[in-house]
Each structure stands twice: as C-alpha cells, then as structure tokens.
C-alpha cells in the first residue's frame, strides 16, 4: 500500500535547505495525513516559510526527500492539488486593475492551460465557494477598493476554485482585524470539518493554533515538535523555541 | 468623399496604424501592470541600434530593428531575473548604451543621416506594400498569441508567486512577453517613430486605467483610445503636413487628460 493511499499525503525525510552559509532548514522530517488541520509555529527565521515554499516547488531543497499524494514532488504534475495563499498576500500587485471575478477565475488558470474552458462544474465550484466566503456581493469591485480581510477572502476563494485537496496559508491573518479573523478561522473550520480539506498555516499566535488547529508543528531550523494540539505542553516548547525569558499569556481573541 | 483615402500612401499607413493600434496596447496593459513601462522606451532605442546597422550594413533596417530588439530584450529579462543588476539599471543600460552605438554608426557612415531622421519620428510616406506583408502576417501572430496566453499573462501580472506555485513557467512567458513588445516596437517604428513608440504602448493604457474597469475592458478600452489616437493622428498629419508620431501621440494624451479629469473623484 502506497503512503497516498494510507491517507499520508505529505511526507518529507531528511530535508535541509542553505541559504548560502546559512542554515535555514536541518533534517526536518515529517508527515501530514489527508484531513489534518496544522498550524506551524517558530521564531522569526526558523524557516517556516521556506519549508512551504519548498512543499510547492517554489525552492529546491539541498538534500532530503519530498513525497507529495504519494509521487517524489520533482515529478508531480497536478500542481493544483495544493493551493496557496501567500504572506500578507505577498508580491501580489495590487494596484492591479482586476476585479474580484477575474482574481478568483485565475485560480482555474493551472487546471485549463492554454486552450481549456470553464465547465459546468467549475462554475458550479466558484458559485458555492462565493457562497460560503460570502464575498458574492464584492464580485463586480476592483481589488484595490476592497480591505485587508475582504483581499484575503478573495484570496483564499481564488485558491479553492481548482478543488484542491491541500490548502497552504502563509500567515494569513496580517493586516486583518480581530473580527474579520474570527469569521476567517471559522471558515477555515468549516473547510476542514465539513469538506475534509487538509490546511497548513504558519502562524505566530499559539493560542490560535491550539483552539484551532488539530495538530501543531514547531520549527527552529530543526523539527522541535510535531505533534496532536490536545498533547501539546505549551510552556516547555515555547520556551524551546524562544528562551526562558518569554512568558506565555492566554487569550481569547474577543 | 475624402480624398485622402485616395492615395495609396495613406491607405497603407491606415492598415499599419490598425494592426499597431490592437496590438500595442494589448501588450502595454501587461508592461504598465508590471511597472515595466520603461522596457518600451529601451526597446525602441535598441530598435534604432538596428536600424543603424541595417543602414551600414546594407540589409533591411526592419530586420535590423527586430533582432536587435529581440535579442535585447531577451537578454534584458535575464539580467533581471539572474538578480546581477536591478530592474530599472538593466533597462538604462541597454537604452543608453544602444542609443551610444547607433550614433557613433550613423557618424560613420556619412549620408545615411536622411533615412535615419525618418525612422526617429515616423513618417506616414515610409510605409510599402511590403511592409503591410510583414505587419499583418507579425500583428496577426502577436495578437493570437496574446490571446492564448492571456490567463498566464493575467495571473503572472498579478503575482509571481502564485503562478510559480500553480506551476507555470514564469521566466519563460516573461521572455516571451519581452519578445512580444519587441515584435511589436520593431512593427510600430515606420508610423510613430523609434523615440514615440513607448507612447503607443503605454498612454491608451493609463488612459484607460482612469475608467476602472475590469481587466478585460481596460484592455479593450486602451485598444479603442489607440485607434482613435492613430486614425485621428494620421488624418490631421496628411492635412496639416504634421509629423505622423507625434501627431498621434499629441491625440493620446489629449484622450489621457480628458479620461483623467472626467474620472477624478
């Protein structure tokens, strides 16, 4: 039985990346199972960004290996099946004249190539997802005219019009008020709850990741934890990664 | 009814002026998104490189100006992605360096100051029926070209990142992209002129920007405002004997302070 088939859809061995002399990332090994909910944390550096900009092929690791639903990620072809939304929405451009429409329709953009069509069940698919982020009103409005948390709904509709089976998030909650984050992780909830959907999100706030997440993984350059969030001792590992000195405050984002 | 149509002079400078019309825009719209207008100007100095050594070296100075604006610009994007030099530094590079070495050839080669001076500014009485061949036949393949490619250029323009993640070859359709403008400076030389040509590609596009449309009708927009501003600006040119380029781009920013004080908030 092949580790797709075994609901194990991510699963990185030995993985090491070098900027320069830098060590970014050493021997990290890990593995996601298909509806997995998991929030990654880790000080600034510790190369939480990069391990996702290498799970989509953005970067090519020094050494180690990758497995994405079951194939070495060099010879993956079906790239839609994980979908992502950058950091802040990072190097996206937008004084860019799109409209909401035409920023969630390139989504489709890897899955038609050069000459496919939208077919009924696409459109179907962009219909229900308009729905459920409720961002069918703002489909005529200019992206530049819309806030932090209204771009970053756009966004994340924009990832899942191609039905993909991982959603990856790269802090995606910058900029966005308290209110408009509570309705975003409840979305993101839902998604994984109801639709089976596999998230990733890297994140600075640990108490989001415990009260949302499934499971919870902690970076310092090396794998510190990896691990279910009902079983995670909060206080030791944040003093791993950040020191003695850092005291741990809870919250309730209210 | 007007006798200006009844010169065949005018009527191929229509036909050309049409097919840089559609096209110079369509690819402008990708340049300005980009903040790349600058590569328009580049190009067409490069283009003017190859005139000049088209000029000295007896070959057509069309061919001279493609390939060197090809090749300029495919070297241009490498340097930019390689990250050696910073965007907007390659682009002088090339735009001054280019401009140097077509001078120094032009100074050599005694005689040819005449011809040059024509593709500087453009000259509706240039255009032959060859040259009508040649831009239906390059527009044609530019514009179904851009068509096809027109949702990897849309999400390429919108962010790199995401269309790295989903995939596409970015620094390939970049280049692609640069070629592109380059078909399209090197067709647009003869009508506008090598200095005036960045206009054409880059004002029916910020025109149309004042109008915040969708992406779609931006394009179409900026594509109707450069109609206008060629078809306007060769009639005036024939009957007030005007300088073709910079009577079509007097028209475009005409058509651009209009857009932007009808539309100021």
Redesign the interface.
């Known amino acids: 039985m092949s580790a797709a088939d075994s609901g194990q859809i991510i699963k990185v061995s030995g993985l090491s990346f070098n900027y320069g002399r830098n060590k970014i990332l050493d021997e990290v090994n890990f593995d996601v199972s298909k509806g997995d909910y998991l929030g990654i944390i880790g000080p600034n550096g510790s190369g939480k960004s990069t391990l996702i900009k290498i799970l989509?092929?953005?970067i090519k690791p020094d050494s180690g290996e990758i497995t994405l639903f079951g194939e070495d990620i060099s010879r993956l072809?079906d790239?839609?099946r994980?979908a992502?939304v950058?950091q802040g929405?990072?190097?996206?451009?937008f004084?860019?004249?799109?409209?909401v429409?035409?920023?969630i329709e390139?989504g489709l953009?890897?899955k038609?190539g050069?000459?496919g069509r939208q077919s009924h069940k696409d459109r179907q698919t962009i219909k229900t997802i308009d729905q459920l982020t409720g961002i069918e009103k703002l489909k005529?409005k200019?992206i530049n005219h819309l806030s932090g948390g209204e771009r970053q709904l756009v966004f994340i509709a924009r990832a899942l019009v191609g039905r993909p089976e991982v959603l990856i998030l790269d802090e995606p909650t910058t900029g966005v008020d308290i209110a408009s984050q509570e309705r975003f992780y409840a979305f993101l909830k839902r998604l994984n709850g109801e639709y089976g959907m596999t998230i990733m999100f890297i994140s600075h706030d640990v108490e989001i990741i415990t009260k949302e997440a499934t499971h919870i993984m902690c970076l310092n350059k090396k794998l510190v934890c990896h691990t279910h969030t009902k079983h995670f001792d909060k206080e030791k590992i944040i003093k791993e990664l950040y020191g003695d000195k850092i005291k741990t405050l809870t919250h309730s984002h209210q | 009814m007007l006798e200006i149509f009844q010169y065949d002079f005018i009527a191929r400078a229509l036909i050309v002026g049409v097919v840089i019309s559609v096209i110079a825009p369509l690819i402008g719209t990708f340049l300005v998104?980009?903040r790349y207008s600058l590569i328009a100007d580049t190009l067409s100095h490069v283009s003017l490189l190859g005139v000049a050594i088209g000029m000295f070296m007896g070959f057509s100075p069309f061919i001279g100006a493609l390939l060197m604006a090809v090749l300029s610009g495919v070297g241009m994007e490498e340097l930019r992605e390689r990250k050696n030099l910073l965007g907007d530094s390659v682009l002088a590079l090339f735009l001054s360096g280019s401009l140097a070495i077509a001078v120094v050839l032009v100074s050599l080669a005694k005689g040819l100051n005449v011809n040059f001076v024509s593709y500087l500014f453009g000259s509706i009485n240039t255009v032959s029926q060859g040259d009508i061949y040649t831009v239906i036949i390059l527009g044609l393949v530019t514009f179904l070209f851009m068509t096809?490619?027109y949702?990897?250029f849309?999400?390429i323009?919108?962010?790199?990142?995401?269309?790295?993640?989903?995939?596409?070859p970015v620094r390939l359709i970049n280049i692609l992209l640069v070629i592109m403008a380059a078909i399209t400076v090197s067709l647009a030389m003869r009508i506008v002129g090598v200095l005036l040509i960045s206009a054409l590609m880059i004002i029916p596009v910020i025109s149309g920007?004042q109008w915040?449309?969708?992406?779609?009708q931006?394009i179409f927009i900026a594509v109707l405002f450069s109609l206008v501003s060629v078809i306007t600006g060769i009639v005036f040119s024939y009957y007030f004997s005007l300088a073709s380029g910079g009577t079509i781009v007097i028209v475009n920013l005409v058509i651009f302070i209009f857009s932007y004080l009808y539309n100021r908030d």
């Open positions: 989509l092929g953005l072809k790239r839609f994980l992502y950058p929405i990072s190097g996206t451009n004084d860019f004249p799109a409209t429409n035409e920023v390139s953009t890897p038609l050069l000459f005529d200019l | 998104v980009k096809v490619f949702r990897q849309f999400l323009a919108l962010s790199e990142d995401l269309a790295r993640a989903a995939g596409l920007l915040e449309k969708n992406f779609k931006t």
